[in-house]
Every structure is written in structure tokens, then in C-alpha cells.
């Protein structure tokens, strides 16, 4: 069973419509770059192509994201 992602508590407001950096989100998520990443890859959060180098995450996606597994921690 794959194991949840802890959401900090001290997360910063996120902007719906803004692009981050997977560094970005890393820092948001107090995780390291790397991790980021296996969620994108692994569909768990969601993307959107600039072009064939560069991947953003919209802050709604995001938002969505921290959404689930905070709902998921608490059962």
C-alpha cells in the first residue's frame, strides 16, 4: 500500500491560475525536487506542458492535490 505524503501545516496560499516550478511546489510541500516529481509521473498531481522541456503545475492542481491527502489523513 503506497504510503501518503504529509501536507505541512504552514503551507503558503496558492494561486488557481499561477504556474510553479516543480522546485517550486518541492518548497510548498517541504519535499525535495525528486518527489515532486514521482507524483507528477505517477499521475497523482497533475501537470500542464509549456513544451517538450517544460512542465508546470497550476496552483489549482495543486490545491487539488493537498486536498486529497488531507482528506485522505483524516478518517
Do not use: C, F
Amino acid at each position: 500500500m503506497p504510503t501518503q505524503q504529509a501536507v505541512p501545516a504552514n503551507l503558503q496560499p496558492i494561486e488557481p491560475e499561477a504556474r510553479y516550478t516543480y522546485a517550486q511546489v518541492a518548497e510548498l510541500l517541504d519535499m525535495d525536487e525528486e518527489g515532486v516529481k514521482r507524483l507528477v509521473y505517477s499521475g497523482r498531481l497533475g501537470h500542464v506542458e509549456l513544451n517538450a522541456k517544460k512542465w508546470r503545475i497550476l496552483g489549482r492542481q495543486l490545491s487539488e492535490y493537498i486536498a486529497r491527502q488531507t482528506r485522505g489523513a483524516v478518517r
